[in-house]
């Protein structure tokens, strides 16, 4: 979607095309991670777990490859997200259910008023909406690391003749690894993951479905606080832009038992990456049971 808003192209003023039927995976995708069946404990409900409300703000800025100036990209997301922690066939596992719905403001070439005669303008409105389902699986042996295999559907809800959106359905898979090292009394935790993504096609126009992948390291410090830092890679969906790379820190702050903070920047490595970005999420946790 980025690589939609960044554009600095007049409006599409069509929508349609193709739609992809590859949601049917998911439970197939999923049945392959179920480890052995396992009883629940018999006092907890099958709908124990843990809700998540999360509100952030993400500014970034750059010329993503563009000779008509930066566009500044304002995002506001909020996003709802149920982990449940007592699956009868697993206890051990967990099973997350996330909506994300983003607010935007875009300030660049080509926006607003300007989209058809040239200079900057503004578009804002509702971004796509995210369905994301996500299986984490804990093994039974300790050496082995965390996995959590995700499938997830971009819902077409921006306004496409803004260029907040393609106006089509997206789907995208999603393996992600991570372990726990204790030193002392702190906790070194390395992660890495991988994913691709299936995109539509907007009327008249060609993308391509992409592959990302990224890395990082976090480090608790205590249970307040963790520091960490993460890269990321993706190919662009747009025939003949080169894959976007980024690199920044992050910080974990958990205010109280139910508030924690994660405030980030970012720095673009390449052509059609922004320059820089910053941004921060603030979560409420509580437990359902």
């Known amino acids: 979607m980025i690589g939609k808003i960044q554009g600095a192209r007049p409006r599409n003023r069509r929508r349609g095309g193709r739609r992809c039927a590859l949601p049917c995976v998911v439970p197939a995708v999923l049945a392959l991670l179920l480890p052995h069946a396992a009883r629940a404990r018999p006092e907890d409900p099958w709908f124990t777990g843990r809700l998540r409300v999360a509100v952030g703000l993400d500014y970034r800025s750059g ?20 982990r449940f ?27 607003g008023e300007a989209s058809e005669t040239g200079g900057t303008g503004v578009d804002e409105g509702v971004g796509d909406v995210y369905l994301w389902l996500s299986y984490f699986y804990s093994p039974p042996w300790p050496k082995l690391p965390f996995a959590e ?62 592959w990302r992948a990224g890395a990082g390291v ?35 702050v958990r205010v109280n038992d139910r508030f924690s903070l994660v405030p980030y920047a970012v720095a673009g490595l390449s052509e059609w990456a922004p320059n820089w970005a910053v941004g921060f999420q603030l979560r409420w946790d509580t437990l359902v049971h």
């Open 85 to 111: 922690e007592r699956l009868p066939f697993s206890p051990g596992d967990r099973l997350r259910l996330r909506v994300t719905v983003p607010y935007l403001r875009v300030d660049g070439p080509f926006r």
């Open 149 to 210: 295999l995700g499938a997830g559907v971009k819902f077409p809800t921006a306004d496409a003749d803004k260029n907040l959106g393609t106006g089509e359905f997206d789907y995208a898979l999603a393996l992600r690894l991570m372990d726990r090292f204790p030193i002392g009394d702190l906790v070194l935790t390395p992660f890495a993951s991988v994913g691709y993504r299936f995109i539509g096609d907007p009327p008249g126009e060609k993308r391509n479905d992409t």
């Open 218 to 252: 976090s480090l608790r410090i205590d249970d307040g606080w963790a520091l960490g830092a993460r890269y990321s890679v993706r190919e662009s969906s747009i025939p003949g832009r080169t894959p976007r790379h980024e690199i920044g820190p992050f910080v974990n």
């Open 63 to 82: 010329d993503y490859g563009s000779e008509f100036g930066a566009t500044k990209l304002l995002s506001v997301p909020v996003s709802v997200e149920y």
